[in-house]
T-cell receptor, first 117, second 113 residues
Framework: AQTVTQSQPEMSVQEAETVTLSCTYDTSESDYYLFWYKQPPSRQMILVIRQEAYKQQNATENRFSVNFQKAAKSFSLKISDSQLGDAAMYFCAYRSPKVQGAQKLVFGQGTRLTINP | AAGVIQSPRHLIKEKRETATLKCYPIPRHDTVYWYQQGPGQDPQFLISFYEKMQSDKGSIPDRFSAQQFSDYHSELNMSSLELGDSALYFC????????????FGPGTRLTVL
């Protein structure tokens, strides 16, 4: 079974600075998908960014980018120019490739990010 | 853009009562997932449906059952509620594509007293 580990329960960063959240995972599969979801105080789960394992290029979405190291099974999230609205719980998630039907997400424990003004 | 709709948003029940949670996926999404998030926990997968058939099952108690209807909406039925069932219940939906992404609804907060 796949597992996802986020070793940083809490992180804080000054507004406008850059912060990196860590995530490692364990799998025997060669093809899979990785995600970062954000959960603000409203508790809504919001997709931040996704990465396909077969793509060597790291995904980017505006101020958010990932460092995907497949051999090391590492998937970190970098937030540049941090804004107060980035304050949230961030979950790293793993999904197996879908052959047919649905494939569940396996989440890490989450990292609570605080932005200091 | 249309999002996943969940109802009710909040639900308070007594122990041993029954609760029904509803999920309406994004239009054209035929795959539905249910997750349970306890206080301070990460979301845990309960069950999923693809084309109205159960696709996968996680750590869902036998007291819980779910189904997906012809219009692709889904209902999670919870019986003999226990205090430990108090949690945020998310529904997510996705397209029937290999590269699909799951989009989450706002969640139903269930409180069992």
């Amino acid at each position: 079974a796949q597992t996802v580990t986020q070793s940083q329960p809490e992180m804080s960063v000054q507004e406008a600075e850059t912060v990196t959240l860590s995530c490692t995972y364990d799998t025997s599969e060669s093809d899979y998908y990785l995600f970062w979801y954000k959960q603000p105080p409203s508790r809504q789960m919001i997709l931040v960014i996704r990465q396909e394992a077969y793509k060597q290029q790291n995904a980017t979405e505006n101020r958010f980018s990932v460092n995907f190291q497949k051999a090391a099974k590492s998937f970190s999230l970098k937030i540049s120019d941090s804004q107060l609205g980035d304050a949230a719980m961030y979950f790293c998630a793993y999904r197996s490739p879908k052959v047919q039907g649905a494939q569940k997400l396996v989440f890490g424990q989450g990292t609570r990010l605080t932005i200091n003004p | 853009a249309a999002g996943v709709i969940q109802s009710p948003r909040h639900l308070i029940k007594e122990k041993r009562e029954t609760a029904t949670l509803k999920c309406y996926p994004i239009p054209r999404h035929d795959t539905v997932y249910w997750y349970q998030q306890g206080p301070g926990q990460d979301p845990q997968f309960l069950i999923s449906f693809y084309e109205k058939m159960q696709s996968d099952k996680g750590s869902i108690p036998d007291r819980f059952s779910a189904q997906q209807f012809s219009d692709y909406h889904s209902e999670l039925n919870m019986s003999s509620l226990e205090l430990g069932d108090s949690a945020l219940y998310f529904c997510a939906s996705s397209l029937p594509l290999r590269t699909d992404t799951q989009y989450f609804g706002p969640g139903t907060r269930l409180t069992v007293l």
